[in-house]
């Protein structure tokens, strides 16, 4: 008998978590959607800032790796 005492009281621990979380995203979703536009403008905005100088790093990280299997072919070398 305790065991379908523990499995209904489980049930219910469920169904009040559940509940929960459906009120929170309800919650979210009345929320005004202006907040959630200007974020992502903004993040929009530091990807066209930002987006440029990664674009350049990674060019010079992959020259820098061409040149290393180059410089390991000559004899000598490090």
Do not use: C, H
Request: no cysteine; aromatic share 8%; charged share 15%.
């Amino acid at each position: 008998m305790s065991g379908f005492l523990s499995s209904i009281r489980n049930g219910w621990q469920r169904v009040a978590v559940g509940a929960a979380g459906l009120g929170a995203s309800g919650l979210a979703l009345a929320d005004d959607p202006t907040a959630f536009e200007a974020a992502v403008t903004s993040v929009t905005t530091d990807i066209g800032a930002y987006g440029a100088a990664l674009v350049g790093v990674a060019a010079v990280g992959v020259g820098f790796m061409v040149a290393m299997k180059y410089v390991k072919k000559i004899r000598g070398a490090a």
